[in-house]
């Protein structure tokens, strides 16, 4: 499967933004599908995951409550809706693809053999 981050940006402390992630190929509803993020000279990090056919989501503590993920199997497509976003949230956001059920592991980006490009977003103060 090939990957496709969309949709980052700058926007304000507070604001909201959605970030996209586009798949290619047929079997997309196969895969559970993840975010992760690289903060400006920091490691990536988990942010959250979301699983096959039932989307299940698990999110990191430091976006709970403030980021859904969400997929369109139709469409090959899942969404990162980022609200209340804090300056601490600026980081490339990446989209990972992973054909195995929920883990203990999904917070590892190990566990994802499948990347995009990244999409940055950038929030101000």
């Known amino acids: 499967v090939q990957l496709q981050a969309s949709g980052g940006g700058l926007v304000q402390a507070g604001g909201s933004l959605r970030v996209s992630c586009a798949a290619s190929?047929?079997?997309?509803?196969?895969?559970?599908m993840a975010w992760f993020r690289q903060p400006p000279g920091k490691e990536r990090e988990f942010v959250a995951v979301?699983?096959?056919?039932?989307?299940?989501?698990k999110y990191a503590y430091s976006v709970k409550g403030r980021f859904t993920a969400s997929r369109d199997n139709d469409k090959n497509t899942v969404y990162l809706q980022m609200n209340s976003l804090k300056p601490e949230d600026t980081a490339v956001y990446y989209c990972?693809?992973?054909?195995?059920?929920?883990?203990?592991?999904?917070?590892?980006?190990?566990?994802?053999?499948?990347w995009g490009q990244g999409t940055l977003v950038t929030v101000s103060s």
């Open positions: 990972a693809a992973d054909l195995r059920a929920f883990g203990n592991s999904d917070y590892s980006d190990l566990r994802y053999a499948y």
């Open positions: 190929g047929r079997t997309f509803s196969s895969y559970k």
């Open positions: 979301i699983s096959r056919y039932d989307s299940i989501t």
